[in-house]
């Protein structure tokens, strides 16, 4: 895989953007002027093959509805297969240097689709960019879906945020409120231990370890702004930093109040940990509500990552969803077909409405859900200073497997930072240098 330090710095720029012109423009009109798609092979026809690692409950069946509408409407036909989302993110690779891949695949734009973009892995979808679905997309959002070449190769569908969950009615019991800076989420999290509470949940268990990178994330935007977190991931500084181990021993402050079972249990189990009061709160994306029953969902708030340095710029993660093509797919009119019709209002709020609604679509005159949930994170990711990815997303699936690695080893040994972080620079330079 192709993931240079330069070929992703260069792609980074444009990815960035979606920060720098404002969270909100991801919901302004922008005309694209677009171009025609260059591969020249032909459409076999047949069903489009939708390969989704959407697989919890709520949102494997959102996905089903959504397939059914586009069948329903004439034309082209759509199959989705449902993969459990770690074994389609350890298989992707396969995925698109098979044979005989799927059509269309539901992952993220960014660095990570660039660099497989650079291998000649996704099909050019410029084309569709001119036609009506998409011409209403804000320049941020071209700017991800874009790769280093100048080709549009993802189409979006929405976006979600992270942050510090929690349940209304345990911070009423607890007698707490929502802390603003680190010092006060350290003193929250004293209380909450003295009540008996594991204070953070963490689900970073082996199927979902990539969890912990948001507490990587966030410690170093927060610590050292996003230029720096973007340049950190494009290979430009070193993991090894003086400014890296300064993440690591705020983190530890932070340490003594983790489940100790983090490491243990899946998002999933983490979820329902919360759920079920044996721990007080923990940082995830909205994602991690469709393992949530609905009923639920109401009792639900969020507080952003706590100020570290009031000086730094307030920054967040705010990953877009959506989907790409395989260059050697043998439907290449019907996937397009597909893919238009993905970026439709109709269609991601045929998707909102059957899962648990806690994402933002992507479309501008898509309807969001309009819970007071919804409302007040659409609020903070539209009036951030700039908006990160996530990890692999602002460098590659490449990288990630190295944060996994680091990061669980820290949770465990935190003494030994200092080889942790020695290592950690050794196999990410292998991914860079590749």
């Not at 509805?65 to 409407?73: C, E, G, I, Q, W």
């Not at 230029?227 to 690591?248: M, N, S, T, W």
């Not at 797919?329 to 045929?350: F, G, P, S």
């Not at 990160?388 to 040994?413: E, G």
Request: with cysteine; net charge neutral; proline share 5%.
């Amino acid at each position: 895989m192709n993931t240079s330090p330069t070929s992703r710095r260069r792609f980074l720029a444009g990815a960035g953007a979606l920060g720098a012109v404002g969270a909100a423009s991801l919901m302004t009109g922008c005309v694209s002027s677009g171009s025609s798609g260059g591969s020249t092979s032909q459409s076999k026809g047949g069903t489009v093959s939708l390969q989704s690692n959407l697989s919890s409950p709520q949102a494997k069946s959102a996905m089903e509805d959504l397939v059914a509408a586009f069948d329903k409407r004439g034309g082209a036909k759509a199959s989705l297969n449902t993969v459990a989302s770690e074994t389609f993110r350890t298989q992707l690779p396969t995925y698109l240097t098979s044979g005989n891949p799927p059509d269309l695949m539901t992952w993220y734009p960014g660095s990570v689709a660039d660099a497989y973009a650079e291998k000649g892995l996704l099909l050019d979808v410029d084309d569709i960019w001119t036609q009506p679905e998409l011409s209403g997309y804000s320049d941020a959002l071209k700017k991800l879906c874009t790769d280093s070449q100048g080709k549009k190769i993802f189409v979006p569908a929405s976006y979600y945020w992270w942050g510090v969950f929690y349940k209304k009615s345990n911070f009423r019991k607890w007698g707490v409120t929502e802390p603003k800076t680190w010092d006060e989420f350290l003193a929250l999290c004293e209380k909450l231990k003295s009540k008996g509470v594991a204070p953070i949940g963490l689900g970073a268990g082996a199927d979902t370890a990539w969890v912990a990178s948001a507490w990587f994330d966030y410690l170093n935007i927060r610590i050292n702004g996003a230029a720096y977190h973007r340049e950190l991931l494009a290979g430009k500084h070193r993991f090894d930093d003086p400014q890296i181990h300064k993440v690591f021993d705020t983190w530890a402050e932070a340490l003594p109040y983790f489940d100790p079972n983090g490491t243990a249990l899946s998002f999933q189990d983490a979820t329902t940990a919360m759920l079920n009061d044996r721990t007080g709160m923990m940082l995830i994306g909205t994602f991690f509500a469709d393992a949530a029953p609905k009923d639920q969902l109401g009792d639900l708030d969020f507080f952003r990552f706590p100020i570290i340095d009031p000086k730094m710029p307030l920054v967040e993660e705010g990953p877009t969803d959506g989907y790409f093509a395989s260059a050697h797919t043998h439907h290449q009119a019907e996937v397009k077909e597909l893919m238009r019709y993905l970026a439709t209002a109709e269609a991601q709020e045929i998707y909102l409405k059957g899962s648990s609604g806690t994402s933002i679509p992507t479309n501008p005159t898509a309807k969001d859900s309009g819970t007071a949930l919804v409302k007040k994170g659409r609020a903070m990711i539209e009036s951030a200073a700039d908006v990160t990815q996530f990890f692999n997303r602002d460098s590659s699936d490449a990288l990630q497997p190295t944060a996994d690695t680091a990061l669980t080893k820290f949770l465990a040994k935190p003494k030994q930072i200092n080889s942790i972080l020695t290592d950690w620079q050794r196999d990410a330079q292998k991914i860079w240098s590749q």
